[in-house]
């Protein structure tokens, strides 16, 4: 047989890892990535330990951003939670799709939402991919039947079971499995990520893209595992501490700080950390099936909550008129995926939400084309994941919640309150001086004239570029009620 010389086999396993090299970098612009989307329920940035690093406990978050994006002013465009996931599925502002509030899970409100839209799982599957959703859906009334676009569906018969059933973080939870009803009695969050892997496991050729949504943190604050709850009864009190106060109305008893507060914010970080351990077990299987160096990763929460912060417990209904308050709009927004689409390390600035994660994801997934935005607000994330300078970025960020909408620039923000009668009233402006050393506990005077309209002129050109006549949330009085609350709050005389 004959044999090369040690020189000569040096030189050709060279030239064959060369080339080697080569062809992979070829072939990996063209190779679509796995796609896992982790949604939190209710988990305001300022509940991790990006914001509270020597008491909450996120060291698997913390990995995934070592090895990722992380996004400082990741924010959501609607600051409840059907409006948001609504945003999010179909890359829409809320005045475009038209789900304004939460929605009741209640045949008589079921008002057809979001009917006629295209999902973000249908595009999905329109460029190859098998696509999954696991846990909280709540962008239309009903999550029993499996929604288009998904093939593999496992959520909650909140009709039979009641609302509250689908949030137990411990016990007996009824769950949809592909429109079946099936009992999980345990830790919730921990089927959901067995589930996950499940799917994962599926023989396939074709990609996965995967919603995964916990209903962690949110209510109720209870049932968490003792083993994370002891580890913050005693410094919970540091992270948010009972008192605090602001010049907005409690929307209700309910909304004020319990007096069980320690308890309460103890049992809320726990939920976090559970989290925390579910993302650990899920990137341990990815590695362990070797999927990891092909799959992103995101990160993200629906939009944050007050646990105590001025007073109130909550989120944009939790004070009237509806606040925007910046533990409310702020979520936590990591990404981490493949070397070719994620430079690792990075902790970006630039405002970014989940409808532009929605563009990212379809940016992602094209082999021959990129994501247009040609029908919502969306801005691809890929030009910062993988650490470009980006010049031309959006200077604000916009949200909304029916009659209200909200901008800012970061030091500036503004909150405008619409009357139904637009042509009789001018709205009610309420402006925040974010440098203020007492925040948002007041209003404050507006800034100079000149910033001041281009602010206001600014968010009058966004929303009428991403707001629909039948969808308007400034139309709310002409829609149909989302919940059972709606009605009080729309006849209002604030409004009227």
């Not at 209903?215 to 008192?243: N, Q």
Request: aromatic share 12%; with cysteine.
């Amino acid at each position: 047989m004959f044999k090369l010389s040690a020189v000569a086999k040096g030189c050709a396993l060279a030239a064959l890892a060369c080339s080697q090299t080569v062809y992979a970098d070829e072939k990996v612009e063209h190779v679509q990535p796995n796609i896992i989307v982790i949604m939190a329920d209710d988990l305001g940035q300022w509940a991790t330990s990006f914001r509270n690093k020597d008491i909450i406990e996120t060291p698997n978050l913390d990995y995934l951003a070592e090895n990722g994006v992380r996004f400082e002013n990741g924010m959501t465009p609607a600051p409840v939670s059907s409006a948001a996931r609504a945003s999010f599925h179909t890359g829409k502002m809320p005045s475009q799709h038209g789900v304004y509030d939460f929605l009741a899970e209640d045949p008589k409100f079921d008002a057809g939402w979001l009917y006629g839209e295209k999902l973000l799982s249908e595009r999905m599957k329109d460029e190859g991919y098998r696509t999954a959703l696991l846990g909280k859906w709540h962008a239309t009334t009903d999550s029993k039947d499996p929604i288009r676009g998904f093939d593999r569906w496992l959520s909650y018969d909140a009709l039979a079971a009641g609302w509250k059933n689908q949030y137990l973080h411990s016990g007996t939870v009824l769950f949809s499995d592909d429109g079946e009803n099936v009992e999980y009695t345990g830790i919730q969050a921990q089927f959901l990520t067995d589930e996950t892997l499940k799917f994962v496991d599926q023989d396939s050729e074709q990609p996965f893209f995967i919603s995964l949504n916990y209903v962690e943190p949110h209510f109720p604050f209870e049932g968490l595992p003792e083993r994370l709850v002891t580890k913050y009864r005693d410094v919970a009190h540091k992270v948010v501490a009972f008192g605090g106060n602001s010049v907005l109305e409690h929307m209700s008893d309910y909304t004020l700080t319990p007096d069980n507060h320690e308890e309460t914010l103890a049992q809320y970080l726990a939920a976090v950390t559970l989290l925390d351990d579910q993302l650990g077990k899920l990137i341990d299987g990815l590695e362990g099936r070797d999927l990891l160096d092909n799959t992103v990763i995101a990160f993200v929460s629906d939009h944050g909550l007050l646990m105590g912060q001025y007073g109130l417990y909550g989120k944009v209904n939790a004070s009237f008129p509806y606040n925007y308050y910046e533990e409310t709009i702020r979520i936590p927004f990591v990404v981490s995926g493949p070397d070719h689409l994620v430079r690792p390390k990075q902790v970006r600035g630039e405002f970014v939400d989940l409808i532009d994660l929605h563009a990212t994801i379809l940016d992602m997934a094209t082999t021959d084309k990129q994501y247009d935005g040609s029908y919502g607000p969306g801005q691809t994330l890929i030009p910062m994941l993988k650490g470009e300078r980006v010049r031309d970025w959006r200077e604000y960020q916009f949200a909304e919640r029916g009659n209200s909408r909200m901008i800012t620039n970061g030091h500036w923000k503004l909150i405008r309150y619409y009357p139904q009668d637009a042509s009789g009233k001018q709205p009610e402006d309420h402006w925040y001086d974010l440098s203020n050393p007492m925040g948002e506990r007041f209003i404050s005077e507006p800034p100079r004239e000149e910033l001041r309209v281009r602010m206001i002129s600014d968010m009058d050109a966004f929303f009428e570029q991403y707001s629909s006549d039948e969808h308007n949330g400034l139309k709310m009085w002409e829609q149909a009620y989302p919940n059972f609350t709606t009605e009080d709050i729309i006849k209002h005389e604030r409004w009227n």
